[in-house]
């Protein structure tokens, strides 16, 4: 498995992430022949949330670790995320604490690896997320903390409060909706891709040792599906065809070397249930794109070099 350092922690980690949201419609014993082919193939950072089926995906997931005693759990990087609430976001200190106290019920654990704040909160109050990470890591029920769909000026004012390191960002991401890459290219330009949506966040979590974690990768913009086979994007798919046929893989498993080949280091979470699909992902490490075939995607996607 490829692997990249996570954040500023130092630590060599799996370039693939498995993705959980999708995996409460499976059963305890077809969690835990999953988890095995997850491991199997060195996949061993499992991604939650507890919005996640009401917490039902963290809810098999502990009882197939728990059934099962060679799945060890010192052999899992387990991370999950908060702060999302029926009809509002909430990252005050007493949900961050509750929300944590109910995931590790469910995965039947006593600590997290990660936590991640799920989305950005309007009313949130820093300090407040300050002291709920600050107790969290001090009675050792998490390790270690991050953010997801956030700014840089919104991390740069959690870091303001926040002891510990930020180390991570989701951010989705992928050929189709990648603005992050565009409007940096698209410097002094009036197009679509020039708009900087996202303040810059791609060079500010390089700056500030911070990886980026895509989630969709294989969406299209505003949830209209995925690309791979889409007849919105024959000139991508066409591409992702010519070389899925060069180097003997699937147009997934191009799809997400493209990816891995960014030198910021990011690492894709997954977001399958298909066993087939988890391995076309995972053996995107094996393929190293050219400088070339990596633009030739990217405007097949109906990006712009100025």
């Known amino acids: 498995m490829k692997e990249i350092v996570l954040g500023s922690t ?3 980690m799996p370039a693939i992430v498995v993705g959980c949201m999708r995996l409460a419609e499976k059963n305890c014993a077809e969690m835990q022949k999953f988890i095995h082919k997850c491991l199997e193939q060195g996949a061993f950072y499992f991604d939650h949330a507890d919005i996640y089926s009401d917490g039902q995906s963290e809810t098999i997931f502990g009882e197939a670790m728990a059934q099962d005693p060679s799945i060890k759990r010192e052999d899992l990087f387990l991370q999950s995320k908060c702060g999302i609430r029926q009809g509002f976001y909430d990252l005050s200190k007493e949900y961050i604490i ?8 469910r995965l039947q654990t006593e600590y997290l690896d990660v936590l991640l704040l799920h989305r950005p ?24 903390f991050g953010v997801s769909n ?3 000026m919104q991390i740069e004012l959690l870091k303001k409060y926040v002891k510990q390191p930020l180390i991570i960002n989701q951010l989705q991401f992928s050929i189709p909706v990648s603005n992050m890459v565009a409007n940096g290219m698209e410097v002094n330009m009036t197009s679509d891709g020039a708009a900087d949506r996202d303040g810059s966040v791609l060079d500010y979590s390089r700056l500030q040792d911070m990886t980026i974690q895509a ?3 294989f969406q299209m913009p505003n949830w209209q599906g995925c690309f791979i086979g889409s007849e919105k994007y024959p000139e991508l798919n066409k591409e992702l065809q010519t070389l899925a046929q060069k180097y003997q893989v699937s147009t997934t498993t191009i799809a997400a070397a493209w990816i891995l080949r960014h030198p ?5 979470i997954t977001g399958t249930a298909s066993e087939e699909r988890l391995t076309e992902i995972i053996a995107a490490e094996k393929v190293s794109l050219s400088r070339e075939e990596w633009y030739r995607l990217y405007l097949s996607a109906g990006h712009l070099l100025p």
């Open 10 to 12: 130092g630590k060599n």
């Open 98 to 105: 509750s929300s944590v106290d109910g995931i590790l019920k």
């Open 121 to 144: 909160d309007a009313l949130v109050e820093p300090e407040e997320v300050a002291a709920a990470f600050e107790e969290l890591h001090q009675k050792g029920k998490v390790r270690y």
């Open 150 to 152: 956030h700014k840089p």
């Open 215 to 217: 989630w969709s990768p």
């Open 264 to 268: 910021a280091g990011i690492q894709i």
